[in-house]
Each structure stands twice: as structure tokens, then as C-alpha cells.
């Protein structure tokens, strides 16, 4: 069945540092690939998707790459803000974003001042 | 333009209790999905309704039951509460070809 991998957490960093979150799937066919968001105490956000290979998925400074051949879609964001501060997770849809989610367990990150 | 609502917030449950979630989806969405987030791990899918019918099913027993009522918001049911099902349950509503908006949540406890 179609499995989304995250890197472990939690990911600690610094104000204005670069930040990478890994993220592999494996799926058949062609899946759309998004990134939420969960800050405390809140539901899911969706920060941006990518629905065919090669696509950029982009918004509030994070960016995101739908890799086919490495089948991969890494959070990228290169000056990360205390705000920034949240649980991500990688999902992945078979048929479009209105379809099921398949998540991974997600990444906790905590940026400090 | 209200989003996606959730309640109740937060409930507490004894074993073998049942429990009833409502959600209401975000204004011109016909589709509702719910999710359950245990503590520290990702959404997982429990089912999907459109149309007043269930579309789609996740690995769930049948302990888990759903409905959709025609003005499109839906209910969670869960039959013999055990000590796993504590979890956030989460709704997201969409229309047939958009992406999934997320409800809040509801913590639910079970003792």
C-alpha cells in the first residue's frame, strides 16, 4: 500500500537557519504530494502541495520539489522564523487532494530566538 | 466565511461507552473525511462521505460509523469504546477536486 516516510524528530534549530525535513513515499501511479502544518492545539494547514513530478510546491518561504525519480518531496525553508515553530507532516493523495490522505508521523520543529 | 467546525472540543468516556462527533464543513464543500491522530503519530484515514454515502474506507472496524446529513455535515460514531480509540479526531471537508481543509478537532479520552 502507499507509505509516506519522515525524517525522525524532533528538529531543533536556530532563528534564520536553514531547514530541510525529509520526506519518501512510496505509491503507484502518480500521487499529489502536500505538507501540513499543526501548531499547538490547532487542526492541520495545509503550506503547499505539488500534484505532478517536477512540480514546486511553495508558500511563506517554504518550498518543496516533487522528486519522481528519488520519489521524494523534502521541506525546504532558508531562514526559519521562532513562528515556524509547529508539527509538519507529509501526505500523500492517490487521486487529487479532495481524495484520501496518507500521512507520515510527522516532524516536530522547534526554532529558538 | 466559517471553516471547518468541530465539536464537541474535548470529551471524556468510560470503556465500552459510545460516542457521537459532529463536524460541519467549510461553506460550499459537499465532501467530509475523518481522521484520528493519536498522541505523537500522523492522521490516519477512518472514512470519507459524499453524497450522503460512504465513498471511501480506511483500515477501521466496523466499531467506527458515519453519516452525512443533506446540508453535507457529518457525524463520527464509535461503538464500545476500548482505551486506544483516545485520540483527536479530526474532520476534513473538500469539494470533489480541492484539496482537504481540517477541523480543529476533537481530544477524546476514553477511561
Redesign the interface.
Known amino acids: 500500500g502507499n507509505s509516506?516516510t519522515q525524517m525522525e524528530g524532533p528538529v531543533t534549530l536556530s532563528e534564520e537557519a536553514f531547514l530541510t525535513i525529509n520526506c519518501t513515499y512510496t505509491a503507484t501511479g502518480y500521487p499529489s504530494l502536500?505538507w501540513?502544518v499543526q501548531y499547538p492545539?490547532?487542526?492541520?494547514?495545509?503550506l503547499l502541495?505539488a500534484t505532478k513530478a517536477d512540480d514546486k510546491g511553495s508558500n511563506k518561504g517554504f518550498e518543496a520539489t516533487y522528486r519522481k525519480e528519488t520519489t521524494s518531496f523534502h521541506l525546504e525553508k532558508g531562514s526559519v522564523q521562532v513562528s515556524d515553530s509547529a508539527v509538519y507532516?507529509c501526505?500523500l493523495s492517490e487521486w487529487?487532494?479532495?481524495?484520501?490522505?496518507?500521512?507520515?508521523?510527522?516532524t516536530r520543529l522547534t526554532i529558538n530566538p | 466565511d466559517a471553516g471547518v467546525t468541530q465539536s464537541p472540543t474535548h470529551l471524556i468516556k468510560t470503556r465500552g461507552q459510545q460516542v457521537t462527533l459532529r463536524c460541519s464543513p467549510k461553506s460550499g464543500h459537499d465532501t467530509v473525511s475523518w481522521y484520528q491522530q493519536a498522541l505523537g503519530q500522523g492522521p490516519q484515514f477512518i472514512f470519507q462521505y459524499y453524497e450522503e454515502e460512504e465513498r471511501q474506507r480506511g483500515n477501521f472496524p466496523d466499531r467506527f460509523s458515519g453519516h452525512q446529513f443533506p446540508n453535507y455535515s457529518s457525524e463520527l460514531n464509535v461503538n464500545a469504546l476500548l482505551l486506544g480509540d483516545s485520540a483527536l479526531y479530526l474532520c476534513a471537508s473538500s469539494s470533489p477536486s480541492n484539496e482537504q481543509f481540517f477541523g480543529p478537532g476533537t481530544r477524546l479520552t476514553v477511561l
Open positions: 509516506v502536500f501540513y492545539g490547532e487542526g492541520l494547514q495545509l502541495k507532516f501526505a487529487g487532494g479532495a481524495q484520501k490522505l496518507v500521512f507520515g508521523q510527522g
